[in-house]
């Protein structure tokens, strides 16, 4: 009977017995007597052991001077190994080559430059850094989902096509749309949601959002993924409470489920084990103030840039609220505070470690006058969002959501420098290759 194939997450079930491995040779060095191969399957990394004794000359020849990246079938006993990451090995004892590749494999232990990583991103995702922020990434996505699930959310998928803007006009992705004309990518689901809200109470949505933003930015991607929630009858207190509820539900999960992978990316796990609620919070007045002390010269009125994020979000250890921005600096939907109409219902929460903003939020305007003459101030075509004030028409009611990035969330909770690794492949402003 052939051996059964086993994934090596797996192997710790099966000491002692034969098992078939299928997978890639990740690295390999080796003696004259014995070849150890560093062995890949996308569930982990294992030593395979492989000695000549086992094998006719010709054969230990074949695969000690395998090509990395080779890919491969082997059969072989697990053994226990404390020495080994995994705490065991595959003594092989037999081998089958499916496929070697005619040259080295472009990408090796020196240095690369970034730009040619990116350039070798669908080689470059094999590598051990990437494998781990992708299964941290998958491990944030799962949490999302299990997070709405368990709160009675209901998903709804909202369209990418869109003719109504949803946040700001100077950043849109246009296209011509059969006879239809000119229409837009989106770049958030929000308003789709806040009518979904209206039938399910609960929503949620998880997909690619687009900006053409000419950003160039550790921070900005121009496709990126966004969580967005909205809620009937949520203020703006509520809605705080749900995007903190959200967030340590995330990082709690990963140091569940994924801490080896954070160990491995040398991850301060510490750090991510402070991440409770409450978040603390600051209104934008507020953190104003507290940045003019700092010596910056920013004005009331004026928008953060990363340096004034970071240094506000460094006071911190956990993630922090900026709440009540003015009404000028946010986009035309935001609810406007009834004790100051100059400042709107809205948060920004920012990632501590100098990860900045990772969620925006507000309440959205619910009284069909108001938003008109919003829309009319921010200069966008009324007719074009007659299906959003209807939703003002017919039993209207406060409600609230926000959005959450997914990259920058990867990027903080992996601890890495740039989002483009938080992404599988990175639309930047140079790049949509591969
Ligand atoms: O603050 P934003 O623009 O909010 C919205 O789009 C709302 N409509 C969401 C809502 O209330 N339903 O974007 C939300 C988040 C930001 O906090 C940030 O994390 C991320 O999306 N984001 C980006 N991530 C990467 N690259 C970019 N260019 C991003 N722009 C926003």
Excluded at 188 to 214: C, I
Excluded at 374 to 386: A, M, S, T
Aim: with cysteine; aromatic share 12%; charged share 30%.
């Amino acid at each position: 009977m052939d051996p059964q194939w086993v994934y090596i997450k797996d192997f710790k079930e099966h000491i002692e017995q034969v098992v078939e491995f299928r997978g890639w040779v990740w690295n390999k060095r080796s003696s004259g007597k014995i070849a150890f191969l560093q062995l890949r399957d996308g569930t982990g990394i294992v030593q395979g052991v492989v000695e000549k004794k086992n094998f006719d000359d010709e054969a230990f020849e074949r695969i000690r001077k395998i090509k990395m990246e080779s890919s491969i079938i082997l059969e072989g006993v697990v053994k226990k190994d404390e020495r080994s990451s995994k705490n065991v090995e595959l003594h092989v004892t037999s081998f089958k080559i499916i496929h070697e590749p005619n040259e080295d494999y472009p990408i090796s232990k020196k240095d690369h430059g970034i730009d040619f990583l990116m350039d070798n991103r669908h080689l470059w995702i094999r590598s051990r850094r990437q494998f781990h922020i992708l299964k941290v990434r998958n491990e944030i996505l799962k949490a999302i989902r299990d997070f709405y699930n368990n709160n009675d959310f209901t998903l709804i998928d909202t369209p990418i096509f869109t003719g109504s803007i949803g946040e700001s006009a100077g950043n849109t992705f246009k296209l011509e749309y059969f006879d239809y004309g000119e229409v837009y990518l989106a770049q958030t689901g929000q308003l789709y949601l806040e009518a979904a809200a209206m039938s399910l109470g609960k929503v949620y949505n998880l997909g690619p959002t687009f900006r053409s933003e000419k950003s160039k930015t550790r921070r900005h991607l121009i496709e990126f993924w966004m969580n967005e929630a909205e809620v009937a009858f949520y203020k703006h207190d509520d809605n705080i409470r749900l995007q903190e509820e959200l967030v340590s539900f995330i990082v709690k999960r990963v140091l569940e489920n994924a801490n080896e992978n954070l160990t491995e990316l040398g991850r301060n796990i510490d750090r991510l084990q402070k991440i409770e609620v409450p978040f603390e919070r600051l209104t934008y007045t507020d953190a104003i103030k507290f940045l003019n002390k700092k010596g910056f010269d920013i004005k009331w009125g004026e928008d953060f840039g990363a340096d004034e994020e970071s240094t506000i979000a460094s006071q911190f250890e956990k993630p922090v609220f900026i709440e009540k921005y003015p009404r000028r600096a946010k986009a035309f939907y935001m609810q406007p505070d009834e004790d100051n109409p100059d400042v709107v219902l809205c948060d920004d929460l920012l990632a501590p470690e100098g990860y900045g903003e990772i969620i925006g939020a507000s309440e959205r305007i619910w009284e069909e006058s108001l938003l008109i003459e919003r829309l009319k101030e921010f200069n966008l075509p009324v007719d074009q969002y007659q299906w959003y004030i209807d939703l003002r028409k017919y039993g209207s009611v406060p409600h609230s959501g926000f959005g959450l990035g997914i990259e920058r969330t990867v990027a903080w909770i992996c601890g890495l420098e740039h989002i483009r690794e938080a992404i599988p492949f990175a639309r930047t402003l140079y790049r949509v290759y591969p």
